[in-house]
Structure formats: C-alpha cells, structure tokens
C-alpha cells in the first residue's frame, strides 16, 4: 500500500491518499485546499484518483473538492447522512463564502458498514455521528482515517450545528474501541497516533 498525509488550508487540515501498489489506483480523504499540491503527487507518482471520501462536510475538508473532481474525473464519496453538509453553509461553515465555492453532487452516498473495493484495498465505512451527523471513520487494513471524530488526546468539536457530545461518545466507544490496540489512527487534524493509545490515555475516554 501507498500511503502519505498531505497538511493543508489555513486550519492546517490533514488529508490523506493511499493506492494500490500495483495498479496505482489511489483513494484521496478529504480535500481540504491546495489541489495543486495534491494532483502533483499524484502525477510524480504515477497515482490515479479513483475515489475522494469525506469524513465529513465542514469547509476546512472541501474547499479542493471541485478543482480535484475536474481534474482526475473521481468519485466523490459520503455519507448519506451527511450529504445536506455539501450544500448548507450554516453547516458546512462557508458562510459568506459560499456563494464563490463550487461544490459538486457526491457520486456515491454511502451507509455504515459498507466496503468500498479499489484493487486489492478494502475501503470500510464506520459510520461516527457527533462532529457532524453523517461523520465517517474509513478503516483500511489496520490504518483508520478518523476524520474529526478521534484525535491524539482529543475528540472533535461537538458544539456545532446538529453536534452531540454522547453521540460522539458513543460512536468512540462502541465503533473504534473495538478495533485492536495497533491500529494507527489518522485524523483530520494534528499527530497520528493508535487505538491502544488512546484507549489508554484519551481523557475523554477514561
């Protein structure tokens, strides 16, 4: 597997891309900003974009979106939850902004539990309410791209519109502590980290 985290837009977002060794054919998550710089890896690379998932819809994660839709023909991919995120700035924070962001149709709307193939890569879909109502967690092997709902130490935010504390909680709890103590966790923002680490010592988990 190809894998390599690109930090992103002025919130600093995390993105990620993985691909298949041998046909190339890669998975972007998330598309905060700088689309350049994201296509140019792709190219020095040799990686073609098949698929763009979303952990969810806040601004900070889709503002590249439409530039990478145009320019590599892939599939956006969400939640069916959370597509109503795309187009509401009240929810996706774009605010006065929005009138000037492209933000094209999701191709696929997915559910939890669902498993997108590329290749010899399975793409799993963990549905994590409580950042947002459609947040998702992607697992892949024994790497999760967490999106905002897990950080190192932290959970995402859960005072936003339509935010809830114990779903977020519980989507934690009941969804990524089950998975085993060396699965690397990636997330929107910040350092990777595990789940045994967090197990051990996220305080919001204790």
Same mark, same amino acid.
């Given at each position: 597997?190809i894998f +390599?985290?690109?930090?992103?837009?002025?919130?600093v977002?995390?993105? *990620?891309i993985i691909?298949?060794?041998e046909?190339?054919?890669?998975?972007?998550f998330? &598309?905060? &900003?700088?689309?350049?710089?994201i296509l140019? *890896?792709?190219?020095?690379?040799?990686l073609?974009?098949?698929?763009?998932?979303?952990? +969810?819809?806040?601004?900070?994660? @889709?503002?590249?979106?439409?530039e990478?839709?145009?320019?590599?023909g892939?599939?956006i991919?969400l939640?069916?939850?959370?597509?109503? *995120?795309?187009?509401?700035?009240? !929810?996706?924070?774009?605010?006065?902004?929005?009138?000037?962001?492209?933000?094209? &149709?999701?191709?696929?709307?997915?559910?939890? #539990?669902?498993?997108?193939e590329?290749?010899?890569?399975?793409i799993?879909v963990?549905?994590t309410?409580? +950042?947002?109502?459609?947040?998702?967690?992607y !697992?892949?092997?024994?790497?999760? @791209?967490? #999106?905002?709902?897990?950080?190192?130490?932290?959970i995402g935010?859960?005072?936003?519109?339509?935010?809830?504390?114990?779903?977020?909680?519980?989507s934690?709890? =009941?969804?990524?502590?089950?998975?085993?103590? =060396?699965?690397?966790?990636?997330?929107?923002?910040?350092?990777?980290?595990?789940i045994?680490?967090q197990?051990?010592?996220?305080?919001?988990? @204790?």
């Amino acid at each position: 597997m190809i894998f +390599h985290r690109f930090i992103l837009g002025d919130l600093v977002t995390n993105c *990620y891309i993985i691909a298949d060794d041998e046909t190339k054919n890669a998975a972007l998550f998330d &598309a905060p &900003a700088n689309a350049e710089k994201i296509l140019d *890896y792709a190219e020095k690379n040799g990686l073609n974009i098949k698929y763009i998932f979303l952990t +969810h819809a806040h601004f900070d994660h @889709i503002l590249a979106l439409n530039e990478l839709k145009e320019k590599t023909g892939a599939q956006i991919l969400l939640h069916e939850e959370e597509e109503k *995120y795309l187009y509401d700035p009240e !929810l996706n924070f774009l605010g006065e902004k929005a009138d000037s962001v492209v933000l094209p &149709a999701a191709d696929k709307l997915l559910k939890d #539990g669902d498993i997108i193939e590329l290749d010899h890569l399975s793409i799993k879909v963990i549905h994590t309410p409580g +950042h947002t109502v459609g947040g998702v967690c992607y !697992l892949i092997d024994n790497i999760l @791209i967490s #999106g905002d709902t897990l950080f190192s130490g932290a959970i995402g935010r859960f005072d936003f519109p339509l935010g809830s504390f114990d779903d977020e909680i519980r989507s934690i709890k =009941e969804k990524l502590m089950v998975l085993d103590d =060396e699965t690397k966790v990636y997330p929107g923002h910040g350092f990777s980290t595990t789940i045994g680490k967090q197990r051990k010592d996220n305080p919001y988990l @204790i």
